[in-house]
């Protein structure tokens, strides 16, 4: 079974400011598909950001990229320019390849709060 | 417009009673999905269906009980075996067999215990 952890439970940031969040992952599949996910006061979950296990390069999202290093299983969603509408607990996910794309394992979240 | 409805946004229960949360999506997706979230624990997956009239479990299916008769619906019964059913609950659904598409998820229902 997939694991993800967040070890993070709590980032604070200034506005304008840049924040990276950590992932890491525990899977012995070789293809696979990460994701973060924001859940802001509403508690709708958005999807913020996709990658791809085969590619070799970073998704980018305007102002959010992560760093993907698949041999290390790591996966760290950097937030630039932040903004105070990036609050939000953010979730990292992981799907198998042949699963569904609503079958997703979750870590724990980190919180991020953006101060003025 | 296309969406996922999840009701009620809140929910209180007696203990030893079952209650029923609703999920309803109009994006004709296949596959829908049910996950519990905990504070600190993140969403953990309860039950998914992938086509009407077929469910599987999830990680943590023990107490709860589902239902896939029409493509849209996909309700959870939280019965009364469930140990601990004070959660913040999550529908969510997805096209199948489709590169490059998501899950979307709905607003959720809180359900308290009391």
Known sequence: AQTVT??????????????????????SESDYYLFWYKQPPSRQMILVIR????????????????NFQKAAKSFSLKISDSQLGDAAMYFCAYRSAGGSWGKLQFGAGTQVVVTP | DGGI??????????????????????????AMYWYRQDPGQGLRLIYYSQIVNDFQKGDIAEGY???????????????????NPTAFYLCASSALGTVNTEAFFGQGTRLTVV
């Open chain 1, 51 to 66: 990658q791809e296990a085969y590619k070799q390069q970073n998704a980018t999202e305007n102002r959010f990229s992560v």
């Open chain 2, 65 to 83: 009980s589902v239902s896939r008769e029409k493509k849209e619906s996909f309700p959870l019964t939280v019965t009364s075996a469930q140990k």
């Open chain 2, 5 to 30: 409805t999840q009701s009620p946004k809140y929910l209180f229960r007696k203990e030893g009673q079952n209650v029923t949360l609703s999920c309803e999506q109009n994006l004709n997706h296949d």
């Open chain 1, 6 to 27: 967040q070890s993070q439970p709590e980032m604070s940031v200034q506005e304008a400011e840049t924040v990276t969040l950590s992932c890491t992952y525990d899977t």
